[in-house]
């Protein structure tokens, strides 16, 4: 009886080569990971916000996303910014109130919107008062 060996009939070469092309990335920024991307996030001033209790830091990576959509250092929020980071409307609140309160925004709420002004950190016009009296 004859052995048959398949390796015999294989195609050594392959039949023709594909030339490789050059592929860009269809997806935009961000996609593979969801809707959300926030970049250029400052990191001193994120710290700042980690160390504040409650929500706080909810809301600082809420404006951090809006900064970087409206590109400026004046942005709105609304409540579909809290709600996408599964906050309510009380403690989101209370979230803005402990970022100003520790000199890292200034807010101003017009009807359903808040009008929210990032500063730099250390920014805290009460504590530089308190300072320079004593």
């Known amino acids: 009886m004859n052995q048959f060996d398949l390796d015999n009939f294989r195609i050594k070469e392959p039949l023709y080569r594909v030339p490789p092309t050059k592929t860009k990335s ?14 250029h996030i400052p990191g001193p001033w994120i710290a700042e916000a980690a160390k504040l209790p409650g929500h706080a830091l909810h809301v600082a990576l809420a404006i951090m996303y809006v ?3 409206e590109r400026g250092k004046e942005v709105t929020l609304t409540r579909y910014h809290f709600d996408k980071l599964g906050t ?5 609140l209370r979230g803005l109130k402990a970022l100003q309160k520790a000199g890292l ?6 009807g ?13 016009s009460a504590d530089s008062t308190d ?4």
């Open 26 to 39: 269809k997806t935009k920024r961000g996609s593979e990971l969801g809707e959300w991307y926030i970049a």
């Open 88 to 92: 309510e409307r009380g403690p989101a």
């Open 131 to 134: 300072a320079t009296t004593k």
């Open 112 to 124: 359903h919107q808040y009008k929210v002004t990032l500063l730099p950190v250390g920014n805290d």
């Open 67 to 69: 900064r970087g959509m």
């Open 105 to 110: 925004i200034q807010y101003t709420k017009r």
